[in-house]
């Protein structure tokens, strides 16, 4: 809902979920020393046309992307970056976002790839967000790791709100959104630097374009904003995976002005596995970030974009005089 409305708006494109950046950055080193033109041909080549890529549902053209990639400046950012550019283009916008929701715990490896971005952390109802993944399609894993899955992006959510700057991050509650969408975005447009536009209150128009026909479970974002589904726990929930969602997220959910419903508590033996799941996943996690430090130490090609003026700033890399001006932001 939240991408299609950003993508309602006249200078903002958002696109599907795309599912390359992420597996992008930890294949790096696979492609060498991307000021090669070579090797940005390779890894635009290996971005359009993997399997597990999501590039199809951008709808451009994938010869013009390797294309624009190869000519465009040596480094991992800003061939990633060409191709939301390009769809961008499509529609005629100068800015451009990507949605995914584990983008709340790597704002570290975004901020190296497009040093100049700003981060939405839209936050739910954990509850609900349990009762949501337990219903998705593709999700196959248990509600020990839906129940981690949010006090994993709570927990990171708290860390950005403490260190990161107030232009660069912003948090905003779903129940809010869906309650009042003017006031919310108003207030979202001004953090963005962005004049708000009424049409971001009606993002059902968007839907027919920006969300695949596959995608079945967004069927919602084809009708009027909705509170229907606010609270809708209580009904989508076991009485077991409530009273564990309660117990194990308690202090989060209440940080966060969500009232709890006071039933009983969970089994130890729920509280036991969850806790289980959260160490593992933190193993997991740790494993990966020590595996990146090491890489960084021995990084085969610049990480950070350099398609705009700003990023070419934030590099140190002086302004062409003939250059025009370009306001593009992540």
């Not at 999700?139 to 020990?144: E, G, H, K, P």
């Not at 912003?170 to 962005?194: A, G």
Request: glycine letters at 6%; a positive charge.
């Amino acid at each position: 809902m939240l991408q299609l409305m950003l993508h309602s708006h006249p200078r903002i494109a958002v696109p599907p979920e795309t599912r390359f950046l992420v597996p992008a950055y930890f294949r790096r080193r696979i492609y060498g020393d991307l000021r090669s033109a070579s090797a940005r041909t390779a890894l635009a080549q290996w971005i359009a046309t993997d399997r597990n890529s999501k590039f199809r549902e951008l709808k451009i053209d994938k010869d013009d992307f390797v294309r624009q990639a190869t000519e465009g400046p040596g480094s991992l950012g800003s061939v990633i970056g060409t191709a939301f550019r390009m769809y961008a283009d499509r529609f005629g916008k100068v800015r451009w976002g990507d949605k995914r929701p584990s983008y709340v715990k790597q704002v570290d490896m975004l901020l190296r790839l497009f040093p100049d971005a700003q981060f939405v952390h839209l936050i739910r109802d954990g509850r609900d967000c349990v009762a949501s993944l337990k219903e998705m399609p593709w999700y196959t894993l248990n509600s020990f790791h839906a129940v981690s899955t949010w006090a994993e992006a709570i927990d990171a959510g708290r860390k950005l709100r403490r260190t990161m700057a107030k232009d660069n991050y912003y948090e905003l509650r779903y129940e809010e959104l869906t309650d009042d969408p003017s006031t919310e975005l108003k207030k979202l447009c001004e953090f963005l630097e962005e004049d708000f536009d009424p049409a971001m209150v009606s993002p059902r128009e968007a839907a027919e374009i920006a969300v695949p026909v596959h995608k079945v479970w967004h069927s919602n974002t084809h009708g009027d904003v909705t509170r229907s589904r606010v609270g809708s726990w209580a009904n989508r929930l076991e009485d077991w995976e409530i009273a564990l969602c309660e117990q194990a997220l308690g202090e989060r959910l209440k940080s966060h002005g969500y009232e709890l419903s006071g039933g009983d508590r969970a089994a130890k033996e729920h509280m036991l596995a969850w806790q289980k799941t959260m160490q593992k996943r933190r193993a997991s996690r740790m494993r990966k970030q020590m595996r990146d430090r090491i890489n960084r130490l021995r990084e085969p090609a610049p990480v950070a974009a350099l398609l705009t003026s700003g990023q070419r700033a934030l590099a140190g890399i002086p302004q062409q005089r003939a250059e025009a001006p370009v306001t593009e932001r992540v």
